[in-house]
């Protein structure tokens, strides 16, 4: 990162974690060598203490030591080959009252032993550290015992502490070694972490990372837009709160696979799939989605897949509305391109004096038109509705079809959402329109409205050739259409505004395919 002018450049987290992992490895191992100096200390202690009292029990029951008691003439030669044979500095035999009879400087010989010696009067033998003409040494005292158990001397054997000292010194030399070459090894391991956590932080430090990470969670919950990151597992790895709203997730998602998160299969398949995805439309069960999907990947390995949700609902449900307007618009220029052509036929009949048949031309084909947009207005009193069925009437006869009101259809206003109506009615009239021209003629599709108290009732049957209950069952897939281009989106569509108003849809057989929907009104108050 470049250094802003006039602001002192913090450390990075980086060099801060490496600092700071210098620092614990090297208190680590300071403090491990200082333990393994005191017990290393304390084992060498207590093996001399321990090897002192087995010299000094030995010598004190020598019977050759109770017999020549006082002779310092041979005990002196006795205890110099013990100490030379055992390794220890000193053996001292010396009277119950603490005169020596041996000792390594001869010329202490014959004077008093420095040392405590009334526990090993007592019969006891122990242990000590004390400073005597050798220096401090560790040392054990043992009683002589005769035949009865009388004490009739003392011995005494020691190591002395600058002895010690330098065995300690020997492996204190190898514990520093041990010590550094850890210590070495930490650093150059905690070298090796700050590296790479700084390659993977960018050099920034802990206020700049959490200053990041707060404008990261505030975009992730403040976006409308769905967005998700799925490992190459299938693992959703983030999931936002637009992506939650859009999939209608509950719970915890993050961290489940996406085939336990409830999606449509063909969502499903699309975020398992690993592949690169422009601008898909998805269903789910109340909404439209756009989906996007862009593979992440470092070198030849993929890390997952990047997944942009956008709602389309809004905007599909007026594009179908709009669609139907245009099919209207359509239809009445090409009502008054054919309302030109009789104009001519006409205005032609009365030129060569057949009046009365150009009055009955034109009053025919004025009745016809009449007929029908005064069975749908007075039959459907819903507005959007009937301006439907209208176009719908004139677009299907364009195509040779024709589209028949039931007698039975009588509908009020039923307070249901216009756009999802036109969706479905809509919808299912070109599906119905599309059947019929590839059945055998004539070509029909028959509409009925109908609604009571309870439950308003649409149905949609064509002269096709119909539907068995395979394709009945994949119709309602997104994809699925008659021209097998995989692109049919219009009964998906239908199937979901019907789910989207608490509906049913069901598909009968018969000379052609019937399509009945069934929609709850409860609560509407009746007119």
């Not at 030379?84 to 009277?95: K, L, P, W």
């Not at 509409?447 to 309602?476: K, Y």
């Not at 019907?498 to 395919?513: F, K």
Request: net charge neutral; proline share 3%.
């Amino acid at each position: 990162m470049r250094e802003l002018p006039g602001r002192v450049r913090r450390w990075s987290l980086a060099r801060q974690m490496l600092a700071l992992q210098i620092v614990v490895v090297g208190v680590t191992v300071t403090g491990g060598a200082a333990l393994a100096f005191l017990q290393a200390r304390d084992l060498l202690v207590e093996e001399a203490a321990g090897k002192a009292r087995a010299v000094t029990v030995s010598v004190a029951d020598s019977p050759s030591v109770l017999a020549s008691l006082g002779d310092s003439a041979a005990l002196q030669p006795y205890a110099e080959r013990v100490r030379r044979e055992t390794g220890v500095d000193f053996v001292t035999i010396m009277s119950t009252g603490g005169l020596r009879y041996t000792h390594p400087n001869p010329a202490q010989i014959g004077r008093r032993f420095l040392g405590t010696t009334a526990p090993a009067l007592e019969g006891r033998t122990f242990t000590e550290t004390y400073t005597g003409t050798l220096g401090s040494s560790v040392r054990a005292v043992a009683p002589v015992r005769d035949a009865d158990g009388k004490v009739r001397a003392l011995v005494s054997a020691g190591i002395t502490v600058e002895r010690i000292g330098v065995r300690l010194r020997g492996q204190i030399t190898g514990a520093v070694f041990i010590g550094l070459l850890g210590l070495s090894t930490g650093g150059a391991g905690t070298c090796l972490v700050g590296s790479r956590l700084r390659r993977q932080t960018r050099g920034m430090g802990p206020a700049e990372l959490s200053r990041m990470y707060g404008y990261h969670d505030a975009i992730l919950h403040a976006v409308r837009e769905g967005l998700l990151l799925v490992d190459d597992a299938g693992g959703l790895t983030l999931c936002n709160d637009g992506a939650r709203e859009l999939l209608g997730l509950r719970g915890e998602a993050d961290g489940r696979h996406v085939t336990e998160l409830g999606l449509p299969a063909s969502l499903t398949e699309l975020l398992v799939a690993g592949e690169n995805r422009t601008d898909e439309i998805h269903l789910t069960g109340e909404r439209t989605l756009v989906v996007n999907v862009a593979v992440v990947r470092s070198g030849n390995r993929s890390l997952g897949t990047v997944v942009t949700l956008r709602d389309h609902t809004e905007l599909q449900s007026l594009t179908g509305q709009l669609d139907a307007e245009r099919g209207f618009a359509d239809s009445l220029r090409a009502a008054a391109h054919e309302s030109a052509n009789r104009l001519h036929t006409v205005v032609t009949l009365v030129e060569l004096g057949r009046a009365e048949q150009a009055v009955a031309f034109a009053t025919a084909e004025l009745r016809a038109a009449q007929q029908l947009t005064d069975r749908v207005v007075g039959a459907v009193r819903e507005p959007v509705l009937a301006a439907l069925l209208l176009g719908k009437s004139a677009e299907a006869a364009e195509r040779g079809v024709e589209l028949v009101i039931s007698p039975d259809t009588e509908l009020d206003d039923i307070g249901l959402d216009e756009r999802d109506l036109v969706t479905i009615l809509g919808n299912l009239i070109d599906n119905a329109v599309e059947a019929a021209m590839s059945g055998v003629p004539p070509a029909r599709v028959d509409v009925r409205l109908r609604a009571d108290e309870t439950t308003f009732l649409l149905g949609v049957a064509d002269s096709g050739p119909g539907m068995d209950a395979v394709t009945a069952r994949e119709a309602f897939r997104p994809g699925w259409t008659t021209k097998g281009d995989g692109r049919g989106l219009g009964l998906a569509m239908v199937g979901q505004a019907v789910r989207r108003l608490g509906g049913t849809i069901d598909v009968g057989g018969g000379q052609g395919a019937v399509f009945t929907v069934r929609l709850p009104l409860l609560g509407r108050e009746v007119p």
